[in-house]
């Protein structure tokens, strides 16, 4: 990034988007969320990691990405939270519906498209965003030409790209949700709002409305079943998940976030530079965003 032209697209005027457009056709769409985690993270956890994510990987590739939208798919988390000592706690999870999140992908992707992007990369650290959104993404692609993807961080089961990082086992679940990895990158992005004398270390389990037939091992939304997890189960994390956290964040160190950070603004960044030289590009009539102002 130069001081002439910044990578967000809030912070530039028309005239430096056209810019843009004579370096790229490539922009990344930063997509969070706004949900309980453990005690010691904040609601935007999700959020916070790929904003900064993609910022380090836009500069990187340099390209431009649009603001975050800091909600996402997160039903699950609206449900019932309590603490040992049997109070109820209020969560503050704002989610979307499945049909708002997709509507609001494809404007945003259909406005960029308008002006002159061709290939969009959604980013999120967020798991659940990536159970409703298949049909928009090929929605966009079907009606206009362009590239579009859903690049999820690496995080949870895929953390191949930073496991000689971290330092927990499989067995402590270090991707999962406000544990290792999610606490450290946190703590990288804003020490403050990492609260660690609130911190547990925790793990998943088979909801107790299941027999002892079920076993569960992360925040996936399968279930094991005699040794299969073939099962998907609509479950609320509440039901699996007794602190909202699943793994040990007592691992994790700001050192560690920025490690955890640099790769994966990396692995993006070498992701998008291959996008750049994939061949897409929209027609120039079906740029125009005709139903922008219909219901």
């Known amino acids: 990034m130069t001081d002439e032209l910044r990578n967000n697209l809030l912070e530039i005027a028309?005239?430096?988007?056209?810019?843009?457009?004579?370096?790229?056709d490539t922009a990344l769409i930063p997509i969070g969320s706004c949900e309980k985690h453990g005690d010691h993270v904040p609601l935007g956890t999700d959020s916070y990691i790929t904003i900064e994510t993609v910022e380090r990987a836009a500069e990187k590739a340099d390209v431009p990405y649009s603001p975050l939208m800091p909600f996402g798919y997160s039903p699950h988390h609206m449900g019932e939270s309590y603490r040992e000592d049997g109070d109820y706690v209020v969560g503050g999870t704002i989610t979307l519906r499945a049909e708002t999140l997709r509507a609001v992908i494809e404007d945003i992707g259909k406005g960029l498209i308008h002006h002159g992007f061709d290939k969009l990369v959604f980013v999120s650290q967020h798991g659940s965003n990536t159970k409703v959104?298949?049909?928009v993404l090929r929605k966009l692609r079907y009606e206009t030409g362009c590239f579009t993807c859903w690049y999820k961080t690496p995080t949870e089961r895929e953390i191949d790209v930073v496991e000689d990082i971290v330092e927990g086992s499989a067995e402590e679940t270090p991707g999962w949700h406000a544990g290792e990895?999610?606490?450290?990158?946190?703590?990288a992005h804003d020490e403050d709002l990492v609260k660690m004398d609130r911190a547990n270390e925790d793990s998943a389990h088979a909801p107790a409305w299941l027999s002892d037939e079920f076993s569960k091992h992360d925040g996936m939304p399968q279930v094991e079943f005699k040794g299969s997890e073939n099962i998907w189960i609509p479950m609320e994390h509440h039901e699996y998940s007794d602190t909202a956290t699943i793994g040990n964040p007592f691992r994790a160190s700001v050192e560690e976030g920025e490690s955890i950070l640099d790769r994966n603004s990396s692995h993006l960044s070498a992701f998008v530079e291959e996008v750049?030289?994939?061949?897409?590009?929209?027609p120039e009539e079906k740029?125009?965003?005709?139903?922008r102002a219909m219901d």
Do not use: S
């Open 276 to 282: 750049e030289e994939l061949d897409f590009h929209v």
């Open 287 to 291: 740029r125009d965003y005709l139903e």
């Open 14 to 24: 028309p005239v430096d988007v056209e810019e843009w457009l004579t370096r790229t």
């Open 181 to 187: 990895m999610e606490t450290a990158m946190v703590m």
């Open 133 to 135: 959104i298949d049909e």
